[in-house]
């Protein structure tokens, strides 16, 4: 059964830059189809994309966050990490990482399974 | 980008109660539309992809409909455990989701 592990630093300086990584155990990270993304959560908010590693190699990111976001995959730790530059406030929230699926029959897709979750704090 | 909305935002209901909630969506998304459960301190659970498709150990009381704009969840008999924060996201464009909708005894 796939299983999905966020870890990194739980506060951020301002103007920082937030890094965290998921670690997947119980599959190959390059098995497939499939794909890879961080999701938020401001706290006592609903949930935001921040962007997502499709199997191909290209990237989709929020467009309210792109320029400040990269995601990559390290195939020999079987991990795809978040990077974040010039964190502030705003960027204080709830990470998720999550295996994107896409149908093999179709672009059909979702985030399913889902790490538990890691809250990073931005302030000084 | 396209906007996902969900009514209502709160909903107050008892157990064995049949519980809808709608997602609208700002354009047409086919039926790229999934329903995400969450409880407190907990991480989001899919419960249905492609608008209507139940995911593998989900109970069958949960189901979707929709296509296109308008989406729907329902619960046919409330239980206990369900009593949380649901989620409509589209996978058509980007992937937005919805605001929630507070699910409370």
């Known amino acids: 059964q796939l299983q999905l592990q966020e870890s990194g630093p739980g506060l951020v300086k301002p103007s920082e830059t937030l890094s965290l990584f998921c670690t997947v155990s119980g599959g190959s990270i390059s098995n497939g189809n499939n794909s890879w993304g961080w999701i938020r959560q401001p706290p006592g908010k609903g949930l935001e994309l921040i962007g997502t590693m499709y199997y191909s190699g290209m990237t989709h990111y929020n467009p309210t966050l792109r320029g400040r976001v990269t995601i990559s995959v390290d195939t020999p730790k079987n991990q795809f990490s978040l990077k974040l530059t010039s964190a502030t406030a705003a960027d204080t929230a709830v990470y998720y990482c999550?295996?994107?699926?896409?149908?093999?029959?179709?672009?059909?897709?979702?985030?399913?399974?889902w790490g538990q979750g890691t809250l990073v704090t931005v302030s000084s | 980008d396209i906007q996902m909305t969900q009514s209502p935002s709160s909903l107050s209901a008892s157990v064995g109660d049949r519980v809808t909630i709608t997602c609208r969506a700002s354009?047409?998304?086919?039926?790229?539309l999934n329903w995400y459960q969450q409880k407190p301190g907990k991480a989001p659970k899919l419960l249905i992809f492609a608008a209507s498709t139940l995911q593998s150990g989900v109970p069958s009381r949960f189901s979707g409909s929709g296509s296109g704009t308008e989406f729907t969840l329902t619960i046919s008999s409330l239980q206990p455990e369900d009593f949380a924060c649901?989620?409509?996201?589209?996978?058509?464009?980007?992937?937005?989701f919805g605001q929630g909708t507070k699910l409370e005894i």
């Open positions: 649901y989620y409509c996201q589209q996978s058509y464009n980007s992937y937005t």
């Open positions: 354009q047409s998304i086919s039926r790229y």
């Open positions: 999550a295996r994107h699926l896409i149908a093999a029959a179709g672009p059909y897709n979702w985030f399913d399974p």
